[in-house]
């Protein structure tokens, strides 16, 4: 047997095509067919006549954004690492070396074509066969903002540091008329009588630390006095923070807010715990699991959530056809929401709160006589209580948005007390505009139910996907423009895996 020679330092005559060294089926170039789709001439000729070192081409830039978020979201430095190192990522990036704060640099200032790119990748994914617009669902789930509960302010204190950073810029002000333009001729300045910045800063630490409550400065106050004091530039900049902070506040209707993410919003999560949260919604096609709409809002609560997510869909696959079925929880069942699924011809199923007690297997036993227990008939549009008495409609009210039932034979039924209690006859009361309470009677319907219950073998593995595979516990950025480009790229890199999979299951 011959031994070979070791051939680390070996010179390499010709060049190497890449490509030769990638697997054909290698996820690398299903990237490259999604930006190869979109178009980069606006984007191109707002750097290519530009002063100053040649930028990047955006088109290669996403190609390793695109890439890092298929293989799980990676850091800026770790692109620039595996760009260097990563035969895949040398290829995407044509054998440059972009550093990690050109990468962060991107996702910042071209969050559209990260935008683009996650349409791109549902148009692939109905070229495959793997988009059906039959049914879509859609839900909500709260993630961990990158907002410090310990790092928070309020009212008080922002009224307390508004004033104190309002004083000091006056007496600045002052300081200057009194030292005049640096001539000559002003007064020196170890003659006026007046205390630094530094000196105020101090002295309301010392105070603080004496007084009790909403009168003393909170770790979070003392670190905005701290970058105050470096010089007049840094005043100013704290005090539009400030401003910045009050106006969240209000917006937010909470008593406390975020101070190094101050769009985020106190939010209950399923372990019900209070955190700082984003609340991210997302709608998916039932056939293969593709998302088409994805994205995160600062609201506590899912009600207004449903009609935004239904035009994002829209804007990313077009109009949706009649009677596409939508289905969503009880959290988005309001007056709103169901108007606009029936002005839109939309089939929605949108679950009713006995629905979800149901389903949740939340037994009425211990109140056998609760609304839920009561059985609503469509055809004649009564309720049948427990006992098997029939409640007539007896009247609408509130402009038909409150209904009630109810039945004369209440005052000859053995269990009118524990049902009706201290008064004459038991009333069901049905809330809501005509639509909402539409939607109600469809899913007391078990076809309806049926088809409802597609809601959460669709939406709730990708859920799990995201957290469990692609680690989405808490957001790595702040400010809900960044974090909404942050959730783009979850988005996208979930569908590249399906149309991946899809694209390898059989070869």
Same mark, same amino acid.
């Not at 990237?31 to 001439?41: A, L």
């Not at 302010?153 to 007496?171: A, F, P, R, V």
């Not at 300081?175 to 001539?183: N, Y």
């Not at 506040?249 to 008593?255: A, I, T």
């Given at each position: 047997?011959?031994?070979?020679?070791?051939?680390?330092?070996?010179? #390499? #005559?010709?060049?190497?095509?890449?490509?030769?060294?990638?697997?054909?089926?290698?996820?690398?170039?299903?990237?490259?067919?999604?930006?190869?789709?979109?178009?980069?001439?606006?984007?191109?000729?707002?750097?290519?006549?530009?002063?100053?070192?040649?930028?990047?081409?955006? %088109?290669?830039?996403?190609?390793?954004?695109?890439?890092?978020?298929?293989?799980? @979201?990676?850091? @800026?430095?770790?692109?620039?690492?595996?760009?260097?190192?990563?035969?895949?990522?040398?290829?995407?990036?044509?054998?440059?070396?972009?550093?990690?704060?050109?990468?962060?640099?991107?996702?910042?200032?071209?969050?559209?074509?990260? =935008?683009?790119?996650?349409?791109?990748?549902?148009?692939?994914?109905?070229?495959?066969?793997?988009?059906?617009?039959?049914?879509?669902?859609?839900? @909500?789930? &709260?993630?961990?903002?990158?907002?410090?509960?310990?790092?928070?302010?309020?009212?008080?204190?922002?009224?307390?540091?508004?004033?104190?950073?309002?004083? $000091?810029?006056?007496?600045?002000?002052?300081?200057?008329?009194?030292?005049?333009?640096?001539?000559?001729?002003?007064?020196?300045?170890?003659?006026?009588?007046?205390?630094?910045?530094?000196?105020?800063?101090?002295?309301?630490? =010392?105070? $603080?630390?004496?007084?009790?409550?909403?009168?003393?400065?909170?770790?979070?106050?003392?670190?905005?006095?701290?970058?105050?004091?470096?010089?007049?530039?840094?005043?100013?900049?704290?005090?539009?923070?400030?401003?910045?902070?009050? =106006?969240?506040?209000?917006?937010?209707?909470?008593?406390?807010?975020?101070?190094?993410?101050?769009?985020?919003?106190?939010?209950?999560?399923?372990?019900?715990?209070?955190?700082?949260?984003?609340?991210?919604?997302?709608?998916? =096609?039932?056939?293969?699991?593709?998302?088409?709409?994805?994205?995160?809002?600062?609201?506590?609560?899912?009600?207004?959530?449903?009609?935004?997510?239904?035009?994002?869909?829209?804007?990313?696959?077009?109009?949706?056809?009649?009677?596409?079925?939508?289905?969503?929880?009880?959290?988005?069942?309001?007056?709103?929401?169901?108007?606009? *699924?029936?002005?839109?011809?939309?089939? @929605?199923?949108?679950?009713? +709160?006995? *629905?979800?007690?149901?389903?949740?297997?939340?037994?009425?036993?211990?109140?056998?006589?609760?609304?839920?227990?009561?059985?609503?008939?469509?055809?004649?549009?009564?309720?049948?209580?427990?006992?098997?008495?029939?409640?007539?409609?007896?009247?609408?009210?509130?402009?038909?948005?409150?209904?009630?039932?109810?039945?004369?034979?209440?005052?000859?039924?053995? &269990?009118?007390? %524990?049902?009706?209690?201290?008064?004459?006859?038991?009333?069901?009361?049905?809330?809501?505009?005509?639509?909402?309470?539409?939607?109600?009677?469809?899913?007391?319907?078990?076809?309806?139910?049926?088809?409802?219950?597609? +809601?959460?073998?669709?939406?709730?593995?990708?859920?799990?996907?995201?957290?469990?595979?692609?680690?989405?516990?808490?957001?790595?950025?702040?400010?809900?423009?960044?974090?909404?480009?942050?959730?783009?790229?979850?988005?996208?890199?979930?569908?590249?895996?399906?149309?991946?999979?899809?694209?390898?299951?059989?070869?």
């Amino acid at each position: 047997m011959v031994l070979k020679d070791d051939p680390i330092d070996q010179q #390499l #005559l010709v060049p190497i095509d890449l490509k030769n060294l990638i697997p054909d089926n290698h996820p690398c170039y299903l990237i490259q067919n999604i930006v190869e789709r979109i178009d980069f001439t606006d984007i191109d000729d707002k750097y290519r006549f530009t002063a100053g070192a040649h930028a990047y081409s955006r %088109k290669m830039l996403l190609r390793l954004v695109l890439m890092s978020s298929f293989d799980g @979201g990676l850091s @800026g430095r770790e692109v620039e690492r595996r760009s260097r190192t990563d035969i895949a990522y040398m290829y995407l990036a044509g054998m440059q070396n972009p550093d990690f704060r050109t990468i962060n640099r991107f996702k910042v200032e071209e969050s559209e074509l990260i =935008d683009e790119a996650f349409k791109k990748s549902i148009l692939v994914a109905k070229e495959q066969g793997l988009v059906k617009i039959n049914h879509i669902a859609i839900d @909500g789930t &709260k993630i961990k903002a990158k907002a410090s509960i310990n790092n928070i302010t309020d009212e008080k204190q922002l009224e307390m540091l508004k004033k104190i950073l309002k004083d $000091s810029i006056e007496l600045d002000e002052e300081e200057d008329r009194l030292l005049g333009d640096e001539s000559g001729n002003e007064i020196p300045k170890n003659l006026i009588n007046k205390e630094s910045f530094d000196e105020i800063y101090d002295k309301l630490i =010392d105070d $603080s630390s004496k007084s009790k409550n909403d009168s003393k400065f909170k770790l979070s106050s003392k670190k905005l006095l701290k970058k105050a004091i470096k010089d007049k530039k840094s005043h100013e900049k704290v005090l539009n923070k400030i401003n910045y902070l009050e =106006d969240e506040l209000k917006k937010s209707n909470q008593k406390t807010i975020s101070v190094n993410d101050p769009e985020t919003r106190w939010m209950l999560n399923k372990k019900s715990q209070w955190e700082f949260d984003y609340n991210l919604q997302i709608g998916v =096609d039932d056939f293969k699991g593709i998302m088409l709409s994805i994205g995160i809002s600062n609201n506590p609560t899912d009600f207004n959530e449903l009609i935004p997510q239904i035009i994002q869909i829209e804007e990313n696959i077009g109009e949706l056809p009649e009677n596409t079925q939508i289905s969503a929880d009880n959290g988005y069942s309001t007056d709103e929401n169901m108007e606009y *699924l029936e002005e839109h011809q939309l089939d @929605g199923y949108i679950s009713s +709160r006995k *629905l979800s007690r149901k389903l949740k297997n939340i037994n009425n036993i211990e109140k056998p006589y609760s609304k839920d227990n009561f059985t609503f008939n469509v055809e004649k549009n009564t309720y049948i209580c427990p006992e098997g008495q029939i409640l007539d409609k007896k009247g609408q009210y509130e402009n038909g948005k409150k209904t009630v039932y109810w039945t004369n034979n209440c005052k000859y039924c053995l &269990k009118k007390e %524990k049902c009706a209690g201290k008064y004459r006859y038991r009333t069901i009361t049905d809330y809501g505009n005509p639509s909402k309470i539409r939607m109600q009677r469809k899913m007391e319907e078990k076809w309806a139910q049926k088809i409802y219950k597609k +809601r959460s073998k669709t939406v709730e593995w990708p859920f799990g996907n995201m957290k469990r595979n692609l680690k989405l516990t808490e957001f790595n950025t702040t400010g809900i423009k960044r974090t909404q480009t942050e959730t783009k790229l979850i988005g996208i890199s979930h569908n590249l895996k399906r149309i991946y999979k899809e694209i390898n299951k059989n070869n």
